[in-house]
């Protein structure tokens, strides 16, 4: 080999040195930082619900009683536990709203079954039922949402119902079934005058309904994925849903015409969580340990970060901050940073 040649190749392997020198620090400018860790006491377990109310977490476990658990922002270590009746309704808790100060919380032991709560001292009382809902030997999860005049359950079951139960008496009450291609609802939401829903039924459905009427139109998605997450994630213009499936797909729906754009983030597990802070996606992973996905909404940038614990499966973020579940008995929480 020539002097020229030799130095040459010494030259080029130099410059690719360098190169994946600086994608290594590149790669490395966003890292995550574990701020806190804690694991629940008093067989606190399953953690389904999730809702962030001014300084305080809330969760709501899906086991048999339900229980519930109030945690401090700023100390996870300092929380409150309170447990519901062993009476079949108060099991399998799903999903809590927080509406003119008062926390929502539904149920899905025996049909689907409404409590009020004050956030503040955690006194609680039971507002309405729906045996039609009951669905054995399936389980139902309902879901839960409000514009603030109206409460919206969906249930899991087949057919999918929809209830409409006005806030001020709980006795004016709509419900509808949904068409036999969208069985088994999972998931309802309510953004900017409209309620957006997602289903089981085979690779699952998205629908977009009209409060007033409780009209829709649906999307049925494709044979890539199965059963749509209890959570999706609502931007100014999309809708983003992860599966649980072991695809590692997330779609972006579109909100005017349900089209959908598919992002692959390149992980085989399922996703049980997904959130939006108003700037990026975030969405965890069952792998083991878990693993947390952040998505740029309008390019579609993945980043991806490792967990220390095995099962993430909810997420909220307050300021710098995303708090993370993981689905174990004990159930365990942890607060970690991006930066």
């Known amino acids: 080999?020539?002097?020229?040649k030799h130095i040459l190749i010494?030259?080029?392997?130099?410059?690719v040195l360098i190169g994946i020198f600086i994608y290594k620090i590149l790669s490395q400018s966003h890292r995550l930082f574990e701020k806190q860790k804690i694991t629940f006491k008093q067989n606190l377990s399953y953690i389904h619900g999730f809702l962030l109310v001014k300084d305080s977490l809330f969760g709501l476990t899906n086991t048999s009683p339900a229980k519930l658990v109030k945690i401090s922002t700023k100390n996870l270590?300092?929380?409150q536990i309170i447990s519901f009746p062993n009476d079949g309704r108060h099991d399998n808790g799903t999903e809590l709203t927080y509406i003119n100060n008062k926390l929502y919380l539904v149920f899905g032991g025996h049909g689907s079954y409404v409590s009020e709560l004050q956030p503040d001292n955690l006194i609680y009382k039971d507002l309405w039922s729906s045996d039609k809902d009951y669905s054995d030997p399936v389980i139902n999860l309902p879901s839960m949402t409000s514009d603030g005049k109206y409460l919206y359950v969906i249930s899991s079951t087949k057919p999918t119902y929809i209830h409409k139960i006005n806030l001020k008496n709980f006795y004016d009450i709509t419900t509808i079934s949904l068409k036999e291609a969208l069985n088994y609802g999972h998931s309802i939401r309510f953004?900017?005058?409209?309620?957006?829903?997602?289903?089981e039924q085979d690779n699952g459905w998205i629908s977009k309904i009209n409060p007033s009427d409780l009209k829709y139109h649906e999307s049925i998605f494709n044979n890539d994925v199965s059963t749509p997450t209890d959570d999706f994630a609502v931007t100014n213009k999309y809708i983003f849903t992860c599966f649980e499936n072991k695809s590692g797909i997330i779609y972006r729906t579109d909100k005017e015409n349900l089209f959908v754009n598919k992002i692959n983030t390149g992980i085989f597990a399922p996703c049980f969580g997904?959130?939006?802070?108003?700037?990026?996606?975030?969405a965890v992973y069952d792998t083991s340990?878990?693993?947390?996905?952040?998505?740029?909404?309008?390019?579609l940038k993945v980043s991806r970060y490792d967990l220390t614990e095995s099962h993430p499966s909810e997420i909220l973020s307050l300021k710098d901050s995303l708090f993370i579940t993981f689905w174990e008995s004990p159930a365990k929480i942890m607060r970690v940073k991006v930066q």
Do not use: C, H
């Open 191 to 199: 953004d900017k005058g409209f309620l957006y829903a997602t289903g």
């Open 1 to 4: 080999m020539s002097r020229k």
């Open 77 to 79: 270590s300092k929380y």
């Open 289 to 299: 340990p878990g693993q947390l996905v952040g998505i740029n909404p309008d390019t």
């Open 274 to 282: 997904l959130y939006f802070d108003g700037n990026n996606i975030w």
């Open 10 to 15: 010494i030259g080029i392997f130099i410059e």
